[in-house]
């Protein structure tokens, strides 16, 4: 996953707390059917232009505006097509993600290829994973869906995108959507990367930490340089009182990275060890 972009390593407690703002489902230890725990309550779509004109620095304002006059401005689709992206990686550089989106949308609208499409949904799915608020996480969801399901009718074996959709349905009121998808991704490719790391981490959200060990030990089976997967191996043999592992799991975070975050969250869990 990549954004996504999804999970931030920080301070061990800081890290469980990221665990908990994530949607509260179960996943059972046998594989069996998942329950569904607190749904996401119903919200409406918030205004767009509100989202897009997010607050920033008057000098930054300023810059983005200039570009955005020529936009508003610009009748050719290339040349607007060029505006929009440049909209996009400003508004991306200050962390407006769901700015970033909102032009890159623009765009596709002009310029409706499956490349401006799957670009517009992968950019909602980025600034869906740094939502906080409920009603922009169902609009987000909604446009990640509506873009990159564009691009799954075409090419169903993008099994990277359908990850992204799923987890965009986990977080709504019908998790038990997302968890089916993630199941028949890990069925159609076992080593899934994306598939292997979010079962992982849910298992770990509703306190399965050993139902989610194993699944992070299957996953850095299969992609041993998968960093925050090293980690939360770690946090679930630490949870699930597997101490001596969970201490050689942390010494093997330790040597992968030189990230002071990293570290400073891996020796908190030592020092409790």
Do not use: C, W
């Not at 505006?65 to 992206?85: G, H, P």
Request: aromatic letters at 8%.
């Amino acid at each position: 996953m990549k954004k996504s972009q999804i999970i931030i390593l920080v301070l061990g407690i800081v890290a469980i707390g990221l665990l908990y703002s994530l949607p509260r489902v179960v996943v059972d230890n046998d594989e069996g059917q998942e329950i569904a725990g607190e749904e996401a309550p119903a919200s409406t779509t918030p205004d767009v232009q509100e989202m897009h004109d997010a607050p920033v620095a008057l000098e930054v304002r300023e810059a983005l505006a200039a570009v955005a006059e020529k936009l508003e401005k610009e009748d050719n689709k290339e040349r607007f097509a060029i505006l929009a992206d440049s909209l996009a990686s400003l508004y991306t550089q200050i962390g407006k993600f769901d700015s970033a989106a909102y032009f890159l949308e623009q765009a596709a609208i002009k310029i409706e290829t499956t490349e401006r499409i799957e670009k517009a949904g992968n950019a909602y799915y980025e600034a869906f994973n740094f939502a906080m608020n409920d009603q922009k996480i169902a609009f987000l969801a909604d446009k990640t869906r509506s873009y990159l399901n564009k691009v799954l009718e075409k090419d169903p074996k993008r099994l990277d995108l359908k990850t992204k959709v799923a987890m965009t349905y986990v977080s709504s009121s019908n998790p038990m959507q997302g968890i089916t998808m993630l199941r028949e991704i890990l069925e159609e490719d076992p080593t899934n990367e994306d598939g292997l790391f979010n079962m992982g981490i849910l298992s770990m959200q509703s306190g399965q930490y050993k139902r989610a060990s194993e699944r992070f030990e299957e996953l850095v089976r299969y992609h041993p340089e998968n960093l925050q997967g090293q980690f939360y191996l770690g946090v679930s043999y630490f949870e699930s009182k597997q101490n001596n592992k969970a201490k050689k799991q942390f010494q093997l975070v330790q040597g992968m990275t030189s990230d002071p975050m990293v570290l400073a969250s891996v020796e908190s869990y030592l020092e409790r060890l």
